[in-house]
């Protein structure tokens, strides 16, 4: 599996509903290929979300590497995704 943690700042989100519509929004980068779930945490000063996906495609088994690539190019997207909600500072760990 690939286990992703997004964090936001107090300052720029505060609200659960909106990141749980983030959270939405961005299992669509995977899960055309891959299966996704997510949960939303609120027990930490920092919103954030957990993104977990399989990293066997269910399309035609192949696997998603990770590598560095797809990692900037799936950042790249996020940022994107953000900015169309004010959202300028965050945070992606990957695991």
């Known amino acids: 599996i690939r286990h992703y943690i997004i964090s936001f700042t107090k300052y720029e989100v505060c609200e659960s509903i909106i990141v ?47 590598n560095k690539t797809e990692y900037y190019d799936f950042v790249s997207w996020l940022k994107r995704l953000l900015q169309k909600y004010r959202i300028y500072n965050f945070y992606v760990y990957h695991y």
């Open 20 to 66: 749980d519509q983030i959270a939405q929004m961005i299992i669509t980068y995977f899960q055309n290929e891959y299966q996704c779930v997510y949960a939303v945490h609120e027990d930490t000063e920092y919103l954030h979300i957990h993104l977990v996906s399989n990293a066997v495609s269910y399309v035609d088994g192949h696997r998603y590497r990770g």
